[in-house]
């Protein structure tokens, strides 16, 4: 049993091998989602001069592959990749003491939309570094053998995890969520509510 059981594995990782001549140079595009902001009041104090903004940060794969039938089975290939990545939600929060189209609400507001355009011009700037990281981790994911065409779908399964746990898309993701923080302190920063306080005192 246990020479059947090693004779099977080295058989498994031979058509594997005879697979790696079908790899393909995967076609990469990438787009970022179309976002949506909504505005709302808590019922728990905030500060009366921030703000907040929760933004969703998305990352989605969907790929396409290509099989080609050998000996004793399939190779399914990485073909192309189609990703989305960016913010696609936004969820400011603002104190709910600040009455709607007010001095104070509208200075907040106006606050956290620079917030907002930070988070997006990180994937603006970051565009070309987005598309290289997911060149690179699609193709470096080896073809898959499969023994069954029922066992095609699961194979693509595999592709699309290999080509997520990626290191090069980790440490993309990584990027990303810094850079924001940087562009957002960098608002915070530049920011001295002037016009907040004056509303305030207005009021």
């Known amino acids: 049993m ?18 790696l001549s079908y790899k393909l140079n995967p076609n990469v595009e990438v787009k970022s989602p179309s976002w ?14 921030h703000g907040d903004v929760v933004a969703t940060l998305v990352e989605n794969y969907e790929i396409i592959g290509d099989t080609t039938s050998i000996e004793d089975g399939f190779c399914v290939s990485l073909k192309s990749v189609q990703a989305t990545v960016g913010y696609n939600d936004f969820l400011v929060k603002i104190d709910s003491r600040h009455i709607p189209d007010s001095c104070a609400y509208n200075a907040v507001l106006s606050h956290e939309d620079e ?30 053998f499969v023994s069954d065409e029922s066992e095609i779908d699961s194979a693509l399964d595999i592709l699309n995890k290999r080509l ?32 907040i306080k004056q509303c305030i005192i207005g009021d």
Do not use: W
Not at 2 to 19: E, I, M, Y
Not at 174 to 191: H, L, Y
């Open 36 to 49: 949506s902001k909504e505005v709302v009041q808590p019922l728990k104090p905030m500060d009366l001069l």
């Open 164 to 195: 997520q746990e990626h290191p090069d898309l980790i440490l993309m993701n990584q990027k990303i969520q810094a850079e924001q923080e940087i562009r957002n302190k960098r608002v915070d920063q530049n920011s001295n509510n002037d016009r």
């Open 2 to 19: 246990f020479f059947a059981t090693v004779c099977g594995l080295f058989s498994l990782s031979a058509f594997a091998d005879d697979c």
């Open 115 to 144: 917030h907002i355009r930070a988070y997006l011009s990180v994937i603006d700037d970051y565009n070309d570094k987005i598309k290289s990281a997911i060149y690179s981790a699609a193709n470096s994911v080896m073809p898959v």
